[in-house]
Nanobody
Framework: QVQLVESGGGTVQAGGSLRLSCVASGSISRINHMAWYRQAPGKQRELAASIFSTSGTPDYVDSVKGRFTISIDNAKNTVYLEMDSLKPEDTAVYYC???????????????WGPGTQVTVSS
């Protein structure tokens, strides 16, 4: 099986920075894609940033462009999210998601981490 574990969440003042990490472990043959989703209280979960492991091509929701940077370390099966110029509206639970080919299978499966809280105070 596969486990995703996020870290780096916390409370920061508006304008501050945080760096999230997500490590994938377990029966991993290949990672195709990793992403950070976020869910604010009373709102639907949204895709904040994503990246393909082979090309390293990132994509961002408009509200975080220019402030967030996603990166991937394929050797460590780890994805990062550097968040700068944080705003109170960035407050949410941030979830890591990965699309992984597991050993012994011929298809990719999506996995979720348990989430990490990010709180930005004004």
């Amino acid at each position: 099986q596969v486990q995703l574990v996020e870290s780096g969440g916390g409370t920061v003042q508006a304008g501050g920075s945080l760096r999230l990490s997500c490590v994938a472990s377990g029966s991993i043959s290949r990672i195709n894609h990793m992403a950070w989703y976020r869910q604010a209280p009373g709102k639907q979960r949204e895709l904040a940033a994503s990246i393909f492991s082979t090309s390293g091509t990132p994509d961002y929701v408009d509200s975080v462009k220019g402030r967030f940077t996603i990166s991937i370390d394929n050797a460590k099966n780890t994805v990062y999210l550097e968040m700068d110029s944080l705003k109170p509206e960035d407050t949410a639970v941030y979830y890591c998601h990965a699309v992984i080919l597991t050993h012994g299978t011929d298809w990719f499966t999506g996995f979720w981490g348990p989430g990490t809280q990010v709180t930005v105070s004004s």
